[in-house]
């Protein structure tokens, strides 16, 4: 569980740095990938001692050498105190939940959100600013966040075993030595020089032959043409012929001048493959499984309801106040695992009532608001004053929490 936690925080935190980074980068800074890392080491060993409050909180500490690294400077210090007031009050209040559906719309809003920034940024021509840290950062926020939700759609027994838990961290592991590397100078010129050598290599003549296949049957065509002896009138005008060396000059192919290779296509090129690779990529890593999870046996029972002369009575449809009884207690529920409380297929709302008052929520507010769910969720029964009353309910609570 302990690697479960590390990928969460791992994936909060790099949605973060991957913009904080490209801003502290510009200012000077340097340490951007090691303050993540050093906090989420943090954070996951304080998941180790979740019970004890005092010791999860000491394993903060360490965050503090941080500070006393060579040559930090401001912009550094800036970006790294934000996500470690936010470990600190995660740690505070014991927040170690781990939500599928939340990672799932991080998820998406980062990468939606990150593509268009990092085109914008691509088009002003700040490549070796985003390189040093921002992208290698957004992999890493990538990777970690399909490597969660591809385990929280296991159940626990399943993504809680000790190789499963290898497998994440060797998986981890992998990205961010890839990320590191991403983020040398060294290795962004390497990348640049083997793409422009494939370029030249492979990909220039096979755009020049499929070029010429082009010619070759636009002449083919235009022979056929001439055979059929079409009538033309005399005082038609002809289109100029397309030429082979103007249509090579403007697609950026001139191999005469000094420019090998045409900039602008190279760049529209490499940005399609790797889009393309990053798409397949991660599709794959969503679809993949790991675990065999088969569904519980279960079956549907259907029964009829009769009045006492035996006649078929329809069950009574649950109307508008009953289902937003139910969104009243949904609620409470979110705001019940914000405070740390648990909840799983096997619990009851007997069971989140009693974990509820270990987490210091009212005993008779919460006993209220059960028993108006209940009235709703099983016996369909529901008015505008249970709403309001609920509605009440969850403000009390909400408002006790903030105290």
């Known amino acids: 569980m302990v690697i479960m936690h590390g990928l969460r925080i791992l994936a909060d935190l790099s949605f973060y740095y991957a913009f904080a980074s490209f801003v502290s980068v510009c200012c000077g800074g340097r340490y951007a990938m090691l303050a993540l890392l050093l906090q989420t080491a943090c954070f996951t060993a304080s998941s180790v001692v979740e019970k004890k409050k005092a010791l999860r909180l000491a394993a903060l500490l360490p965050m503090v050498l941080f500070f006393f690294l060579p040559g930090i400077n401001l912009a550094d210090m800036i970006a790294f105190l934000p996500p470690a007031v936010y470990l600190c009050r995660l740690v505070y209040k014991g927040d170690y939940t781990l939500d599928w559906g939340r990672h799932v719309e991080l998820f998406n809003t980062f990468w939606k959100f990150y593509m268009v920034i990092a085109c914008i940024l691509l088009m002003v021509g700040v490549l070796a ?11 890493i926020m990538l990777v970690s966040s399909v490597l969660l939700m591809r385990s929280l759609r296991h159940e626990p027994e399943t993504y809680c075993q000790k190789w499963y838990q290898l497998a994440n961290a060797a998986a981890v592991a992998l990205v961010i030595v890839v990320a590191w590397a991403v983020s040398s100078e060294a290795f962004l010129n390497a990348c640049l020089t083997m793409l422009s050598v494939t370029y030249n290599k ?15 049957v636009l002449q083919a065509f235009s022979w056929l043409v001439s055979l059929l002896n079409i009538p033309l009138p005399k005082d038609m005008e002809f289109p100029e012929l397309v030429q082979l060396d103007s249509l090579v000059r403007d697609l950026g192919l001139d191999m005469t001048e000094g420019d090998p290779v045409g900039g602008g296509f190279m760049v529209l090129l490499i940005a399609l493959i790797l889009a393309a690779l990053l798409y397949l990529f991660f599709r794959w890593m969503s679809r993949i499984g790991w675990g065999n999870i088969t569904p519980p046996d279960a079956r549907e029972e259907r029964t009829e309801m009769k009045d006492e002369g035996g006649k078929k009575v329809r069950p009574p449809r649950p109307g508008n106040a009953v289902q937003r009884v139910r969104a009243q207690y949904r609620k409470f529920l979110k705001l019940y695992l914000a405070e740390g409380g648990e909840l799983d297929d096997a619990h009851t709302s007997q069971d989140v009532a009693y974990e509820a008052r270990r987490r210091k929520f009212s005993a008779d507010t919460t006993e209220e608001l059960r028993d108006i769910y209940i009235r709703a969720r099983y016996g369909e029964q529901a008015e505008n004053t249970d709403v309001a009353r609920a509605k009440e309910l969850f403000h009390a609570m909400k408002k006790e929490r903030r105290r």
Not at 202 to 216: E, I, N, S, T
């Open 129 to 139: 600013q985003l390189t040093a840290a921002s992208l290698p950062i957004a992999l």
């Open 202 to 216: 492979l990909a220039l003549p096979l755009l020049m032959a499929l070029l010429m296949v082009f010619v070759c």
